[in-house]
């Protein structure tokens, strides 16, 4: 069997969720198939700047095909974002915001159709992007959707429900996912499967490797992802800023993860930028907390991979997902204002024995649902059942 995973960008350099998951799924599925990933030569998702030279190179035993983006993100779009729900406007306006908001590769797309014949199945990752967006219909029959959709006015915009009516299948990544998916696209016809997917775990941990690495004492809760307002952490500066004026703990909040906003000059706010997996590890088993501010979230790796070293999970109530993923595991808290932030955190702080019992359950949870054997598995179900096995 032979496989082509679509993505916006693919590589070791790239810090994004589903870009991600889309590179680990397309390595442990060679247990399966002859893997190939179809790609764009983009690092960032802010300018689509080409940084991988274009051609086939190999990753892993991954073969990956790069194209050259066409051009830069548009400077203004933000602006043009916001302009396109203020006004009324057409869904050829909607279908050129998909294009000019990127990454949009001519070579990419006159490649996927030349390609049909080559692949048995064709797994696009991001409803939201270009490639999959223009993409898709054009392998319709052979092809199979990770959305990884979020709670964000985008998917709501008429031009994506066809979308999510023309694959095969559609993977998703959690329960709420699937649900929220239905109920704005009414595509409950669609063959629809909860994957998840699974988390790559260094072998060995290290928590007071990390704190002497950087010279940290004091206790710490910890923000791991991109550091900009899309994942809402300028709230988290507010609330955490505010936590520390009123209780003037001996706490640090440490922050991992490119930096895309000014950041408040706090002597108890340390940001490390882009630091390797096995640091991020080593950091999820000494934090006492991990946090997770964000508001739209699919699945949130972050918190698989903090209840993995046994670390409890602060999140934001707000993101439906967060909350899901906090009550079914029990193994976190979740707020919606700074007060019960404040409180939720006191309650974790003060309670050693609480947060090694939620991590302890949040553990298990992990391991029962997103373990690598479970998520392959039911990939190949869904390969057999589309190739009438």
Known sequence: MKIAIVVQRYGEEVNGGAELSARWLAEHLLKLADVHVLTTC??????????????????????IHRFPVDSLRIADMKQRTAALFLRDHTLFDEFQWVKDQGPYSTDLLDFIPKAYDQF??????????????FGLPLVSDKAILVPTAHEE??????????????????????????????????????????????INVPDELDGDRFRKKIGLDDDFILYVGRVDHSKNVPQLLEFFSYFQAEQNRKLKLVLMGKVNIPLPDHPDILSLGFVSEQDKFDALQAASVLVVPSLYESLSMISLEAWLTETPVLANGRCSVLKYQCRRSNGGLYYHTYDEFSQALIMLLDDPSM??????????????RYDWDIVVAKFQTIFEVLSGK
């Open 42 to 63: 983009a690092i960032d998702y802010h300018t689509w700047a080409n940084a991988y030279p274009p051609g086939e190179s190999d990753l892993n035993g991954v073969c």
């Open 355 to 368: 947060r090694l019992q939620m991590g302890m359950q949040g553990r298990e949870f992990v391991t029962k």
């Open 120 to 133: 048995d199945f064709f797994i696009f990752f991001t409803y939201l992007y270009a490639p999959t967006f």
């Open 153 to 198: 006015p985008y998917i709501e915009l008429p031009a994506f429900r066809s979308l999510f009516h023309l694959p095969q299948t559609i993977a998703y990544l959690t329960e709420p996912e699937r649900l929220h998916v239905n109920h704005i696209t009414g595509n409950q016809g669609v063959p629809g499967v909860v994957t998840g997917m699974g």
